[in-house]
């Protein structure tokens, strides 16, 4: 994947602060066509070109019609140029500047380098991070519930180290734990014990029906242990 280039705003920006470092700030900026802009200083001449490949010669002629009598010739750019731009421009005395990823001007001529500072300034933008690649996979995430330890109670008084499900001890049904009787044999599931004794209590028998024995279930609790109470 090539690399990406800074857009027209960061690359005028890189372009101004260039010429404020070098002793010849702007004092006049337009911009007199799509993907450029122009810098008037004292001493210099200057567009800054962005396009989506390599700045070709038609831009650096272009720079040579409209430019001032008696200035400097800069052209910067963030593609870079092309081999005729780059050759046209040796001829014409005209500076070319690459800028690179952080906004750092990069000589590509001979003006270009005969013209630069002693010192460079300092690279505006910092080194552009690629993008992250997208997970395709499903990343659940995390249970916003607090978590507790096992051995510590929630507010029901029932462990929270165990299972919100748990099976019947006696016919193995999966019950939630704040169930209290096993829906298919009745069993009680807070202690164990199969069925609910009373002493009071009578079972109740289902009647055959042509053969057929019907069985019984509480509606509430889902019970088989059916009881007839006096």
Not at 77 to 103: C, K, M, R, W, Y
Not at 121 to 135: I, N
Request: charged content about 20%; aromatic content about 6%; some cysteine.
């Amino acid at each position: 994947m090539g690399r990406q280039s800074l857009t027209l705003d960061q690359a005028y920006q890189a372009a101004y602060l260039w010429l404020d470092h070098a002793g010849d700030p702007p004092v006049q900026i337009s911009e007199p066509a799509h993907g450029s802009v122009e810098l008037v200083t004292e001493k210099s001449f200057v567009r800054v070109r962005s396009s989506d490949g390599p700045v070709e010669q038609s831009s650096v002629l272009a720079l040579l019609r409209a430019a001032e009598a008696g200035k400097k010739l800069i052209i910067f750019s963030p593609s870079g140029f092309s081999p005729g731009a780059i050759s046209i421009a040796e001829t014409q005395g005209i500076a070319l500047f690459a800028l690179e990823q952080n906004g750092r001007a990069v000589s590509q001529t001979t003006h270009a380098r005969v013209m630069s500072p002693d010192t460079e300034p300092l690279p505006p933008f910092g080194p552009m991070e690629p993008e992250e690649p997208k997970d395709t996979f499903w990343n659940p995430q995390p249970s916003e519930e607090p978590q507790r330890r096992t051995g510590e109670a929630d507010e029901d008084g029932i462990d929270a180290g165990t299972f919100d499900w748990a099976d019947c001890p006696s016919c193995g049904t999966t019950h939630h734990r704040h169930a209290k009787f096993c829906r298919e044999c009745g069993t009680n599931l807070q202690t164990g014990a199969a069925g609910v004794s009373s002493s009071d209590s009578v079972h109740v028998t289902p009647v055959p029906r042509d053969g057929v024995t019907p069985k019984l279930r509480c509606r509430t609790c889902g019970s088989h242990d059916i009881e007839l109470l006096e």
